[in-house]
């Protein structure tokens, strides 16, 4: 699961502002990926409401949300679908992920006080196209 990179290159600033306008990339320590497209209302929606009980939930806890590197948790919504794939990192690197509905609550195994409540941020979702 990794991002796409355009090169294997190291790069820097000065590199990265010559670079052209239509494919737009971001430097991450030297390496440059490719960013995605905008992101759509939906998504917003979803990642905002995500963060939004994360924080409430660890206001005035020592715990922060997303660490550079051993990430135990990686979550992938998807709004259409009505789906999450949660992958959890183990002792032999992520496993078979762990897909389940957007519906009732989903524990964060990494943060055992905190789970997403689904069914508030769904009704407000587009309607499903069959």
């Known amino acids: ?14 590199d990265y502002v010559t670079w052209p306008e239509d494919v737009r990339y971001e430097l991450i320590d030297g390496i440059a990926y490719l960013i995605a497209p ?17 924080a409430n ?16 948790e990686y ?27 957007l519906a009732g609550e989903t524990p964060v195994a990494a943060l055992p006080e905190v789970s997403v409540r689904w069914d508030e941020l769904v009704s407000r979702l587009p309607a499903q196209e069959d």
């Not at 699961?1 to 000065?14: A, C, K, S, V, W």
């Not at 939930?57 to 135990?72: D, F, I, N, S």
């Open 1 to 14: 699961m990794g991002l796409p990179q355009r090169d294997t290159e190291h790069h820097t600033y000065g």
């Open 38 to 54: 905008a992101p759509t209302l939906e998504h917003q929606d979803i990642a905002g409401e995500i963060f939004r009980q994360l």
């Open 57 to 72: 939930t660890l206001l005035e806890k020592p715990c922060r949300v997303y660490e550079r590197a051993g990430v135990r």
């Open 75 to 101: 979550w992938l919504v998807h709004p259409g679908d009505r789906m999450v794939t949660i992958y959890r990192l183990g002792p032999a690197g992520y496993g078979k992920p762990d897909v389940q509905e």
